[in-house]
């Protein structure tokens, strides 16, 4: 049985496709691209040096865009003070007293939860504003007016 060039590029790119659906390398799928580019080269009837040309500029094109957009847009914030993540991040809490190494204890949600000052100068007693969560304990500084 002997297949065509343009069947084991797709083959190859369908192999791909799996590979990236079961690590989630969405690189992957840019040489599966690439892959496809070589499956159109076979049926445009180039020989095997231009369908590799013409995978290879493909699949490393697009990986080389793909990896500047990505080093191009803006790095979200890390999960413990990202408000999409996590919506506690922003809402308000009352600390009535500080203990000396900036530490207190709190009623947020119906339970005590354990604050650390994450604010600029020295913790004064009041309305704070949560910035962030790590594990049970919440991040404050004080409420922007």
Same mark, same amino acid.
């Given at each position: 049985?002997?297949?065509?060039?343009?069947?084991?590029?797709?083959?190859?790119?369908?192999?791909?496709?799996?590979?990236?659906?079961?690590?989630?390398?969405?690189?992957?799928?840019?040489?599966?691209? #690439?892959?496809?580019?070589?499956?159109? %080269?076979?049926? @445009?009837?180039?020989?095997?040096?231009? +369908?590799?040309?013409? $995978? /290879?500029?493909?699949?490393?094109?697009?990986?080389?865009?793909?990896?500047?957009?990505?080093?191009?847009?803006?790095?979200?914030?890390?999960?413990?003070?990202?408000?999409?993540?996590?919506?506690?991040? #922003?809402?308000?809490?009352?600390?009535? %007293?500080?203990? @000396?190494?900036?530490?207190?204890?709190? +009623?947020?949600?119906? $339970? /005590?939860?354990?604050?650390?000052?994450?604010?600029?100068?020295?913790?004064?007693?009041?309305?704070?504003?949560?910035?962030?969560?790590?594990?049970?304990?919440?991040?404050?500084?004080?409420?922007?007016?």
């Amino acid at each position: 049985m002997d297949l065509a060039g343009s069947t084991l590029w797709w083959v190859l790119a369908g192999m791909l496709v799996v590979a990236e659906l079961l690590s989630g390398t969405f690189y992957l799928l840019m040489l599966a691209l #690439g892959c496809a580019a070589g499956a159109v %080269a076979a049926h @445009a009837g180039l020989a095997p040096t231009g +369908q590799l040309v013409a $995978a /290879a500029l493909v699949g490393g094109g697009a990986t080389a865009l793909w990896h500047l957009k990505r080093a191009r847009a803006p790095r979200s914030a890390p999960v413990e003070s990202n408000r999409d993540a996590n919506l506690d991040i #922003g809402q308000m809490v009352l600390v009535e %007293a500080w203990n @000396a190494d900036g530490t207190a204890r709190v +009623q947020y949600r119906g $339970a /005590a939860w354990a604050v650390r000052y994450a604010g600029e100068g020295a913790p004064a007693p009041g309305e704070h504003m949560i910035v962030s969560v790590q594990g049970s304990s919440l991040g404050v500084a004080p409420a922007r007016r």
